[in-house]
């Protein structure tokens, strides 16, 4: 069993037989890719569910097949088994529509031998006489299946009813803040995101492969960090918006995206080899335009080459004049060098982005600001800051109040920006500043 208090329930089954389908009709949103092509979802997918006031973690995962020869079906055969393991309880997915095939017979030969166990699942009964076919399964040796229709959504009240009744007594759980620190993952394809997961954890969570685009769908593994709870989101590769292909990319895409909005701080991962390229331009952009901490972390500093630190610095820091306040790191995911300054960097950032500022001193380093650089003027009207005060954190998020808020040309918001982060900090993080006439409310 699991030493969770919340029981997990891994989906099985071959491919493309609706278990992402599933995934998402239980979760009422697409957290999982789903398409109609065999071998859709890759790694492991994971999504709190919640049934009659329980909570389950729900482990989507790629097609079995005992057959499969190439390097990644290997490797996704040992990320099933891998949440096999982990699994309280095992749905085995079949598909009515196909009927009963020998990888049917192999997988849950397969399941059997983990003694966990496991309800046998009967998808895609879009109909009556779909259903009643069904009974075929019986041959497997796990009893009456489930007959469901995952994409009409009938049939799953009684499967999660039979899921409870599988499970041990326990105390319902109630849903608790999530206080944990999300780090997300990001970059281009193949620059080693899932290598330096794999490291930070010590296994393989996440499939590695020298080929462009192996993780598809973003990643959630949770982490005890010396007492602090951080969540590490590991995405698919962003490519540039032209060549981004239909389909399981397309989503894959979103999905990236959307891991840097839920993230807390970001971790933009780069290729040595490839250094700053228009797409890592892009990709820091978003990042700054959803106001997320952001570490640049450049990797494979292994094959370097005999690169010296300073000017690639240098060379990254021209290129994101926008992040200048983002730290970089030069890491190794293979070799794990520098990889243990990854998470405790984050959880600083982190930090700085819950820092709060007495409004007394924010006023302080302003009329200093304003005396050490005069306020810009149009015509006979010049720039007056009345007070300042900090309304929001994570985001650092400061409020100007001004005679005229026209009269704030960029660069002395800039010079502002800057004497604040010379006071105050505010490492890895942006800061919002807004201004506005006096009177106006915050």
Not at 72 to 83: E, F, M, R, T, W
Not at 114 to 130: E, R, S
Not at 169 to 193: H, M, W
Request: net charge neutral; hydrophobic share 40%; glycine share 8%.
């Amino acid at each position: 069993m699991s030493n969770t208090t919340t029981p997990i329930i891994a989906i099985v089954g071959r491919q493309n037989v609706g278990k992402s389908t599933l995934l998402n009709r239980l979760a009422h949103k697409n957290l999982a890719i789903t398409e109609d092509l065999p071998g859709t979802t890759r790694d492991r997918l994971f999504a709190t569910v919640s049934w009659l006031d329980r909570r389950l973690i729900m482990v989507d995962t790629g097609g079995l097949d005992p057959d499969i020869e190439s390097v990644i079906g290997q490797q996704v055969n040992i990320q099933i088994s891998l949440a096999i393991k982990e699994a309280d309880l095992v749905l085995l997915v079949v598909d009515v529509k196909d009927g009963l095939i020998t990888p049917d017979y192999e997988m849950a030969d397969i399941i059997r031998r983990t003694g966990k166990p496991v309800i046998l699942v009967a998808n895609k009964a879009d109909n009556l006489k779909m259903g009643q076919e069904a009974t075929e399964f019986y041959s497997l040796g796990f009893g009456e299946p489930a007959v469901i229709s995952a994409f009409h959504g009938t049939g799953i009240s009684d499967l999660m009813d039979r899921v409870l009744e599988e499970l041990p007594d326990q105390p319902i759980a109630t849903p608790e803040e999530d206080t944990s620190v999300k780090l997300a993952l990001v970059g281009r394809t193949n620059v080693g995101k899932s290598t330096l997961l794999n490291t930070f954890l010590g296994e393989e969570r996440s499939i590695v492969s020298n080929i462009p685009g192996t993780t598809r769908d973003a990643i959630d593994t949770p982490l005890d960090f010396d007492g602090t709870n951080v969540l590490l989101i590991d995405t698919a590769g962003i490519r540039r918006r032209g060549k981004v292909e239909s389909g399981v990319e397309k989503y894959s895409v979103l999905r990236a995206l959307k891991a840097i909005d839920r993230a807390d701080v970001v971790l933009l991962v780069m290729d040595t080899e490839e250094l700053v390229t228009a797409q890592d331009t892009h990709i820091a952009g978003y990042v700054r335009d959803t106001a997320k901490g952001i570490i640049i972390i450049l990797n494979k500093w292994d094959l370097g080459k005999g690169q010296d630190k300073a000017e690639v610095t240098q060379t990254i820091q021209s290129r994101f004049k926008f992040l200048d306040y983002a730290p970089i790191l030069f890491v190794s995911g293979k070799t794990g060098r520098g990889v243990d300054a990854i998470i405790p960097m984050a959880l600083k950032v982190q930090e700085e982005r819950s820092k709060r500022i007495p409004t007394a001193k924010v006023n302080s380093v302003v009329t200093e600001a304003l005396s050490a650089h005069t306020p810009p003027r149009q015509g006979k009207v010049q720039l007056k800051i009345f007070y300042a005060t900090q309304a929001e954190t994570n985001p650092p998020s400061f409020v100007f109040f001004v005679n005229n808020p026209k009269l704030v040309h960029f660069s002395y918001e800039r010079f502002i920006e800057n004497r604040l982060r010379e006071s105050f900090g505010f490492f890895g993080t942006p800061i919002r500043l807004t201004f506005k006439a006096r009177g106006e409310k915050c």
